[in-house]
């Protein structure tokens, strides 16, 4: 232990119980303050469009426990969030996989740098529900469409994440790691993947919510399942409370997403935090 690292050990505060409690109550407070704001702005002026908390919860109650509500038994709510779960991590691992090569080959080539950046900088730019047609022409609505389309739009944030990262690594590390003898792919997963590890995260942080927005948006047009096919089958059905369900069954992915990657980011990433 680093006397830096004892004398901040020295002065954090212990955490009792009392203070998970506040901490938990100061979480909470805000959400139930706005749900029972909204309960009785719906129960004083009635909005078709928008449903009080008591119905969504009535019917998301039902969803989640009997399957039934607006599906048949044989298609209960886990049926068709593993659908979208399954395209965004297929995709957001495809994704991220040609992100981190082409990004590593970028910040280690200057020549292979400057004469690609700009091409993808260029697609960059491109919103990606812009090129989704063109997904759809080529592989039609079939699964594979896509996870191509998730893999092909995160790839482009994760790639110049990695190679900012990787052209940012400090010379005299490489320097070190030539002096060692080793050998380049020694070098760049000893070192340069290591050293580039916190910007890289950063890109696949990003690129995890992107995954789930890109595969809902997928299923609104060319879908016969999934959690995005199921929120526009209810609006347009002006089935609004299934459609507050779904995306409530949505907001609970999302959530237990983030506390992954934060958790993920807390075992790989915690020397980088305890240094900050």
């Known amino acids: 232990m680093t006397e830096t690292t004892a004398i901040r050990a020295a002065i954090r505060p212990r955490r009792g119980v009392g203070w998970w409690l506040s901490r938990i109550a100061m979480s909470v407070a805000l959400p139930i303050v706005l749900l029972l704001a909204w309960q009785i702005a719906g129960s004083i002026m009635p909005n078709p469009f928008i449903p009080t908390p008591q119905k969504i919860g009535e019917y998301a109650g039902r969803l989640f426990f009997t399957g039934g509500a607006y599906l048949s038994p044989d298609?209960?709510?886990?049926?068709?969030?593993?659908?979208?779960?399954?395209?965004?991590?297929?995709?957001?691992?495809?994704?991220?996989?040609?992100g981190v090569f082409l990004g590593t080959c970028m910040g280690l080539s200057r020549v292979f740098r400057y004469s690609t950046s700009w091409v993808f900088e260029f697609l960059r730019a491109i919103p990606a529900t812009a090129v989704l047609p063109i997904f759809i022409l080529f592989l039609g609505g079939s699964d594979a469409m896509r996870v191509a389309f998730i893999a092909y739009s995160l790839s482009l944030y994760v790639l110049i994440n990695t190679a900012n990262g990787v052209g940012a690594v400090d010379p005299s590390l490489l320097m070190m790691g030539r002096?060692?003898?080793l050998s380049r792919a020694a070098v760049v997963f000893r070192?340069?993947?290591?050293?580039?590890?916190?910007?890289?995260?950063?890109?696949?942080?990003i690129g995890t919510i992107g995954a789930t927005i890109l595969a809902i948006v997928s299923e609104f047009f060319v879908a016969d399942n999934g959690i995005g096919f199921q929120i526009r089958a209810t609006a347009t059905s002006f089935n609004l409370p299934a459609m507050w369900s779904w995306l409530l069954v949505l907001s609970v992915f999302g959530l237990l997403l983030n506390l992954a990657v934060e958790g993920v980011e807390r075992r790989v990433l915690g020397w980088h935090r305890r240094s900050h």
């Open 75 to 98: 298609k209960a709510w886990l049926g068709q969030a593993l659908p979208t779960i399954g395209r965004a991590l297929l995709g957001f691992v495809l994704g991220a996989a040609w």
């Open 179 to 181: 002096s060692f003898r």
């Open 191 to 205: 070192i340069v993947l290591p050293a580039a590890l916190p910007q890289i995260y950063a890109g696949l942080r």
